[in-house]
């Protein structure tokens, strides 16, 4: 199980950064793989990043080399670091486990809204 509060989305150009934080209300958060998944209107929740539990990361290629994930264990924070934004970034950003819980759980977050101009 994960409950988690995403923020730190906003407005930006293309081109420009933003750094997304998620509080994860976990027992045991130091045993769980965490990721970040986006949605963007009309089209499927897909994997950004995923951080496991003892330290792989893995990035979804449309991503690699713009996104960094990090996780703060003492804090039970996860953070995504997202340099040179496309408008096809635009979405809404949600974290939790991996695998995910299904989207029709309460499990997951209110999600954060990142929106990328062109």
């Known amino acids: 199980q994960v409950q988690v509060v995403e923020s730190g989305g906003g407005l930006v150009q293309a081109g420009g950064s933003l750094t997304l934080s998620c509080r994860a209300s976990?027992?045991?958060?130091?045993?769980?793989?965490v990721a970040w998944y986006r949605q963007a209107p009309g089209k499927r929740r897909e994997l950004v990043a995923s951080?496991?539990?003892?330290?792989?990361?893995v990035y979804d290629d449309s991503v690699k080399g713009r996104f960094t994930i990090s996780r703060d264990n003492a804090k039970n924070m996860v953070y995504l670091q997202m340099n040179s934004l496309k408008p096809e970034d635009t979405a809404i950003y949600y974290c939790?486990?991996?695998?995910?819980?299904?989207?029709?759980?309460?499990?997951w977050g209110q999600g954060t809204q990142v929106t990328v101009s062109s």
């Open positions: 939790n486990s991996l695998p995910p819980p299904p989207e029709e759980s309460d499990e």
């Open positions: 976990l027992t045991y958060f130091s045993d769980e793989n």
């Open positions: 951080f496991y539990a003892r330290g792989v990361i």
